[in-house]
């Protein structure tokens, strides 16, 4: 299964409402569920990622320096580790038809650490089957 997934969205707790294709970590998926948060470029976002003395808040996994050039992400990102997506699936979606990517095994670990340490004050979003489908037709399974 792949650790990155890019997947077009509307996130619950966007105001805009738009539909955006996004890259999405894969935490958890099992026959019910794939559990999701989003990547994010750091660019712009500075003030919401860093505290005032350049640390990174509590939320959030940092993805930089050598994390980011050895799994390819071109800006240093974050992943807003207070915000779960849940998708629940059935038999006609396979999530592997969509654009996604595998990225070190160590990277995976600490960033599913740095989950679980958030998981008492996580919101969690879930998102329909359908829109789902909807808005990425390209990973429903032919019958």
Not at 51 to 64: E, P, R
Request: hydrophobic letters at 35%.
């Amino acid at each position: 299964m792949p650790d990155v997934l890019i997947a077009k969205l509307r996130f619950p707790n966007d105001p805009t409402g738009c539909i955006v294709a996004h890259q999405m970590f894969m935490a958890e998926i099992d026959s019910m569920y794939i559990n999701i948060y989003s990547i994010s470029k750091v660019l712009g976002k500075e003030t919401r990622v860093f505290n005032s003395d350049g640390t990174t808040k509590c939320q959030y996994f940092l993805i930089d320096g050598t994390d980011q050039t050895n799994n390819n992400f071109r800006l240093p990102s974050f992943i807003d580790c207070s915000k779960k997506y849940k998708i629940k699936i059935d038999h006609c979606i396979d999530i592997t038809l969509l654009q996604s990517r595998i990225i070190d095994p160590d990277l995976v670990k600490r960033i599913k650490e740095k989950i679980t340490l958030n998981e008492s004050n996580q919101k969690e979003y879930e998102i329909a089957t359908s829109d789902f489908i909807l808005w990425n037709p390209k990973c429903v399974v032919s019958t």
